[in-house]
């Protein structure tokens, strides 16, 4: 069993969202929202569209996305760490499992409604993992919901276009087990340097960082 | 020390994902004109052909069609790497598929493993976990089309944010994002259509 599996079975950790959303009664879902994605317009400002960049994509597959990172990028990682996470007997060691691009460090990752609904200490080894794929200068694209509420959706983004995205509910709520705060972001991302910020509506929050050479 | 926080027109609406209208995406195709390997079968092994291939058993092996067209049904199971000129999925499989056309991840496709094709359809629902690599820029714009370059106009960074934001900022403070945000619990369309121009939550 995977470190997710026995995370379902271990009370203190309670659930990571849709762990358990077969096990309980269907709900109807919000509908899906479309909004600006400003942070993701930043990420893929300037880079060549030439396709000689490597994504790594932390979440869904989803067509959309590889039509857009298709521009940069010909060679595409999709891991989606939440509901399909790589295997391993703890996290970091699943982490280990998430493999390098084949021929060259990644320099643009995207994760997406994902550092906050890891554990606190689950998300600086995230972070460790993501700079050893990356090359000096790697693009980190991130959206998280920093509202601080007792009680958060699980959240799917699909691009329509590098400024644009619709967003999904995919799930019933959820504890937030730990709230990831403002302030704490920049500090969590090194040593990715937060270039950019972006308050969306209803507490979500882009960031675009950097990874600093050396 | 980042710059510093900015505040978007997000003014969220209601949508539907679109979808690309292709051809390639019709139904489960009917096992007619194909050989197939029916539900019952287990092979272990490598599976070659010159003729098209529907497989609704398992395969452990490796899958080789080369010029023709693979689709793992929605019963079957595969864990081979294929290679075919077009492959479709609709059940699952754990190893790698190289199309010489491209490949089709159904809805209900559980694919781990890389793709290698100059096009790669994802049907809204497919679980897909690994590579995809399109090739060469160019020799995939000639076999895809529009695909590999969509009609959907270029990033213009200035334009999606003020770049008067771009200054540095003190670190942020959680009070100001926190007291705006109603939570996900809440959140509705309604809610996001029905609220103001988002103001800067750091200052």
């Known amino acids: ?55 790594l994509d932390l979440g869904p597959a989803a067509e959309n996305h590889l039509d857009l990172y298709g521009r940069f990028s010909r060679q595409i990682r999709v891991a989606d760490l939440l509901t399909d996470p790589p295997q391993g007997p703890d996290w970091a060691a699943a982490l280990k499992a998430l493999p390098p691009h084949p021929r060259q460090p990644y320099d643009v990752v995207l994760a997406w409604d994902l550092l906050d609904r890891l554990w ?51 799930g019933p709520p959820q504890p937030a087990h730990s709230p990831l705060l403002p302030a704490q972001v920049g500090r969590l991302l090194e040593p990715f340097e937060v270039e950019r910020a972006f308050t969306l509506r209803g507490g979500l929050r882009e960031y675009f960082a950097t990874k600093k050479d050396g | 020390m980042w710059k510093k926080d900015e505040a978007m027109p997000d003014t969220p609406r209601e949508v539907e994902v679109p979808r690309r209208p292709e051809a390639s995406r019709s139904t489960p195709s009917a096992p007619t004109g194909r050989a197939v390997i029916g539900p019952s079968i287990m092979i272990h092994g490598e599976v070659t052909g010159d003729e098209d291939l529907l497989i609704q058993g398992n395969v452990d092996g490796s899958v080789d069609l080369e010029e023709h067209a693979l689709t793992v049904g929605a019963e079957g199971r595969v864990k081979a790497n294929i290679k075919a000129r077009v492959i479709t999925v609709e059940g699952e499989v754990e190893g790698d598929l190289r199309a010489r056309d491209q490949v089709v991840l159904r809805s209900d496709a559980r694919v781990k493993g890389d793709i290698t094709a100059p096009r790669v359809v994802l049907e809204d629902g497919a679980n897909f976990r690994g590579l995809v690599d399109m090739g060469d820029a160019n020799k995939a714009s000639a076999a895809a089309g529009k695909t590999s370059q969509p009609s959907v106009s270029k990033p213009n960074p200035s334009g999606t944010a003020s770049s008067g934001a771009d200054t540095k900022a003190s670190e942020a403070t959680p009070t100001s994002s926190a007291t705006a945000a109603p939570g996900r619990a809440n959140r509705s369309a309604k809610d996001d259509t029905s609220s103001g121009p988002v103001s800067k939550a750091m200052s």
């Not at chain 1, 993701?40 to 960049?53: E, I, M, P, R, T």
């Open chain 1, 1 to 55: 069993m995977g470190w997710l599996g026995r995370l379902r079975h271990t009370p203190a950790h309670g659930q990571r969202p849709g762990a358990e959303e077969s096990e309980k009664p269907r709900e109807s879902l919000p509908p899906p929202l479309e909004r600006a994605a400003p942070g993701v317009a930043a990420l893929f400002a300037g880079l060549s569209a030439d396709g000689s960049h490597s994504v």
């Open chain 1, 120 to 170: 606190p200490e689950e998300r600086p080894a995230l972070i460790k993992r993501l700079a050893e794929l990356t090359a000096p200068g790697a693009r980190l694209y991130v959206i998280v919901d920093t509202s601080g509420e007792p009680t958060t959706r699980p959240l799917r983004f699909t691009l329509l276009d590098l400024d644009r995205m619709v967003q999904s509910v995919v």
